[in-house]
């Protein structure tokens, strides 16, 4: 299990505060976990933690190894039982608790969700634009560019002034406009880049900020 934590900031939709939380994401093969623990202090619910889980795991009838998984973890003191909660879990218990907070978190989990998948969600090049109808003009390859701006993930009105800038590789026939196959390539490539970007920046530290000796770090080693 390879933990991935990611920083919360999300919003109040009053617009009037910004709360921060902590909830890391725990990463088991392909599926994006989060702790019963850290959610329930971020719910800032009033019930001990114990307690809540459990209820609400009787109540709506989460099952173990389905839509949570226990986790035994051991202490000075004694063993505890955490539980860590699929994503689908998680925004459904954030919304329970039928506030602003719960509803934060729950659109922060969305949000993140799809930026976590981002790169396994873009199709590969060769797959991208299977199927899209092709046209020859003066010896170019060219895709329905709008079909094409949907195949990468974007919107199909996401222009961006793009016909304008680079007029070489678009022509207009009708009502479609058409891009060459090297443009759209050109495309999917750069959505790649922002996808990996977005994870890149959201990945967990070597180390904290300002952690030890700048001039260690610097040579590429650590004590």
């Known amino acids: 299990m390879r933990n991935t934590p990611k920083q919360i900031h999300p919003s109040h939709s009053s617009g009037s505060m910004v709360v921060a939380h902590e909830l890391p994401f725990i990463q088991q093969g392909e599926n994006l976990l989060i702790s019963a623990q850290l959610l329930h202090k971020e719910l800032k619910v009033p019930t001990r933690f114990y307690d809540w889980i459990k209820r609400r795991i009787e109540k709506y009838g989460f099952e173990d190894g389905q839509d949570f998984y226990s986790n035994l973890s051991k202490s000075r ?42 790169i396994s969600l873009l199709p590969r090049e060769r797959e991208a634009f299977k199927g899209l109808p092709r046209k020859r003009f003066n010896n170019r390859t060219m895709l329905p560019y709008r079909d094409a701006l949907v195949r990468i993930g974007y919107s199909r009105n996401n222009n961006g002034g793009r016909a304008h800038r680079y007029w070489m590789h678009f022509i207009k026939e009708g009502n479609v406009l058409w891009v060459t196959e090297e443009f759209a390539a050109h495309l999917f490539h750069q959505k790649q880049v922002y996808a990996n970007r977005a994870v890149m920046l959201a990945s967990q530290p070597v180390l904290p900020f300002g952690w030890g000796d700048s001039s260690l770090l610097n040579q590429g080693g650590v004590a």
């Open 77 to 118: 003191t004694k063993p505890s039982t955490d539980y860590l909660l699929t994503l689908d879990t998680a925004k459904e218990l954030a919304m329970l608790e039928e506030n602003e907070i719960g509803r934060d978190i729950r659109r922060y989990f969305i949000a993140k969700e799809k930026e976590a998948r981002g």
